[in-house]
């Protein structure tokens, strides 16, 4: 199941920043939260992904709540190629050596003109 | 450097048949993983391999399903005796070797089986 949860759909108007949130309060110490989307039908295109700390990259921006049982997503100025479902997902590092991510539903972003 | 291939893209099976999906990793890649996507679902986790070996089937349902990734050539997925329920969005993804636990998965555009 799951470990994550999201709001199912947000509107953001186009040029402004979208900021998607993510519950994740059973995280532990070692698992990564990592951001997807998932464009139509398309294979989902990796984001971001962060530990503790904030990151930033040439597509979004990640901030992880001091607790880490947070954290949002931030496009700082959304256009409409940006309309897809937004995932996140806990990944832990499994002695077995199991990566496998576990999607939730996700929140489906819908960019308006 | 190519991103994750799969093919075919849509393949279409009549009930009883068997269904092939083939996944070539990134290059330099040696972890694959399937993922199985119902309409207006998310992905459901499958099976994750390494070169001839199945580390983690716990989405694999038992009967029907199996998987392989062998010394040379692509990952292949093989549904047996396929039933309209198989009708589905498989995807493959391929991350790097180690176990670095930052390592993204990169995932291919996926095969888009439909079963009739």
Redesign the interface.
């Known amino acids: 199941d799951a470990k994550t949860t999201q709001p199912p759909s947000m509107d953001c108007a186009e040029g402004r920043a979208a900021n998607l949130p993510c519950n994740h309060s059973t995280i532990s110490g070692n698992e990564y939260v990592y951001w997807y989307r998932q464009i139509h039908s398309q294979g989902p295109q990796y984001i971001i992904h962060g530990l503790k700390n904030n990151e930033t990259n040439e597509m979004a921006s990640l901030i992880i709540t001091e607790d880490r049982k947070s954290s949002t997503l931030i496009l700082p100025h959304a256009t409409l190629r940006d309309t897809a479902v937004y995932y996140c997902i806990v990944r832990g590092v499994v002695a077995s050596g199991t990566y496998k991510y576990i999607f939730g539903t996700g929140t489906r972003l819908k960019v308006l003109a | 450097n190519a991103g994750?291939m799969q093919n075919p893209r849509h393949l279409v099976r009549r009930r009883g048949q068997e269904a092939r999906l083939r996944c070539s990793p990134m290059k330099g890649h040696s972890?694959v993983?399937w993922?199985r996507q119902l309409p207006e679902?998310?992905?459901?986790?499958m099976v994750?391999l390494?070169k001839e070996n199945i580390?983690?089937e716990?989405?694999m349902p038992k009967e029907r399903f199996s998987a392989e990734f062998p010394k040379e050539g692509p990952s292949i997925l093989r549904i047996q005796q396929v039933v309209r329920g198989d009708s589905a969005?498989y995807?493959c993804?391929s991350?790097p070797p180690g176990?670095a636990?930052?390592?993204?998965?990169?995932?291919?555009?996926?095969t888009?089986l439909t079963v009739t």
């Open positions: 994750v972890h993983y993922y679902e998310g992905l459901k986790f994750y390494q580390i983690d716990s989405g969005a995807f993804a991350s176990l636990g930052g390592d993204e998965q990169y995932f291919g555009p996926g888009r």
